[in-house]
Every structure is written in structure tokens, then in C-alpha cells.
């Protein structure tokens, strides 16, 4: 069984940085594609940005593009979403999750993931 653990949201003005942290259970994570979603009140689920098992591509939302870094440290188990610059509206609570397929490529639909964490609070003040 899979665990995705993320830490670091918080409160935040406007302007400010923050970098998330989602660490893995197991010794397949080397293997797998990542997603850091966000859910804001009302709204649905989407994808923020990911990164693919090997760490070289990447994807990133319109709507953080420029503001946003997707990483991963495969020794540690551990992937990263460092946030600058942050809005207002990126206020949500953020999650990690695993790519369903081992070494598939990036995909950007909720269906394609299978393992999700708990979420932390990302709350960002104007």
C-alpha cells in the first residue's frame, strides 16, 4: 500500500512563498509519474502541475506557469512543488498524487492517478 504524505502549506500573504512537500511509502517511487492537484471551496479538483518518474518533464497549469517549480528527489522519496508569488486565488487545499501506470508519461486527468494524500491547507491572504 501506497502513502503519500504532504506537508508545508500555511498561511501566506499575497507575494509570498511557499514550498509544499509530498513524501512517498515503498520502492516503487522511482518509478512513477507525480501530480500536485489543488481543490478550492466550491470548485473541482484540478491539476496544478506534474512531473514525469525520471523528472525530466514537467507540466504546469496556465494559471501557475512562471510562479511555480515541480521537483522530485527520487533518493528521498519526496516530491516538491515550490510556490512563489502567490495569489489570492491559489488559496485550496493541495494534494500529491501517483500516476497510475509505472513510467507513463504526463497526464493531467484525475482518473489517471490512483494514489492521493490527505492534502494540506494552502491559504494565501490579499
Known amino acids: 500500500q501506497v502513502q503519500l504524505v504532504e506537508s508545508g502549506g500555511g498561511l501566506v500573504q499575497a507575494g509570498g512563498s511557499l514550498r509544499l512537500s509530498c513524501a512517498a511509502s515503498?520502492?516503487?517511487?522511482?518509478?512513477?509519474?507525480m501530480g500536485w492537484f489543488r481543490q478550492a471551496p466550491g470548485k473541482e479538483r484540478e491539476l496544478v502541475s506534474a512531473?514525469?518518474?525520471?523528472?525530466?518533464?514537467?507540466y504546469y497549469a496556465d494559471s501557475v506557469k512562471g510562479r511555480f517549480t515541480i521537483s522530485r528527489d527520487n533518493a528521498k522519496n519526496t516530491v516538491y512543488l515550490q510556490m512563489n508569488s502567490l495569489k489570492p486565488e491559489d488559496t485550496a487545499v493541495y494534494y500529491c498524487?501517483?500516476?497510475?501506470?509505472?513510467?507513463?508519461?504526463?497526464?493531467?486527468?484525475?482518473?489517471?492517478?490512483?494514489?492521493w494524500g490527505q492534502g494540506t491547507q494552502v491559504t494565501v491572504s490579499s
Open positions: 498524487a501517483r500516476r497510475r501506470i509505472q513510467m507513463g508519461g504526463i497526464r493531467t486527468t484525475l482518473d489517471e492517478y490512483d494514489y
Open positions: 515503498g520502492r516503487t517511487f522511482s518509478s512513477y509519474g
Open positions: 512531473i514525469s518518474w525520471s523528472g525530466g518533464s514537467t
